[in-house]
């Protein structure tokens, strides 16, 4: 292979990293957008996450992560509760294409379906603390993911 050639494959992989990069920001823009602005209840606070994580904290005690996994040219996005003490759980997965898909029918830019498609998502979480509380039982985080939907 020629250095020419390796130079075409090397500025495909970057035009396409970068794409997945775009759209995985226009992702957490849609999403944050489609929190802050809902006028429904859903008792999420914006909390500091590392840099390229969403992190939303759930009723002052929870927080919810929503980050690509790991790896280059990742991706799948995950979704993760954890707890105060530092215990943390994956909910659920989805898939987000350098086109902007978001398991194949979504599009990251509409903050509404975005917004719609991560409660879906996390909930398993609301569902396990609202059978916990209206049964007066404590909150198991193995409880609150015990299965755990995948993408």
Not at 57 to 67: A, N, P, S
């Amino acid at each position: 292979m020629t250095i020419w050639e390796i130079s075409e494959k090397a500025d495909y992989i970057a035009q396409r990293h970068h794409q997945l990069q775009e759209q995985w920001h226009l992702y957490c823009n849609s999403l944050v957008q489609g929190i802050t602005l809902s006028k429904a209840r859903l008792h999420h606070a914006m909390s500091c996450a590392a840099e390229e994580d969403l992190c939303f904290v759930l009723f002052g005690h929870f927080r919810i992560f929503v980050t690509l996994a790991d790896g280059f040219n990742s991706h799948t996005i995950e979704y993760y509760v954890e707890t105060k003490e530092g215990a943390r759980q994956l909910i659920s997965q989805a898939r987000l294409m350098a086109d902007g898909m978001i398991d194949g029918h979504i599009s990251n830019r509409d903050r509404q379906q975005v917004l719609e498609h991560y409660l879906e998502k996390i909930s398993p979480v609301y569902n396990g603390l609202y059978s916990a509380i209206a049964q007066d039982l404590p909150i198991n985080l193995n409880q609150l993911v015990s299965e755990p939907r995948l993408a």
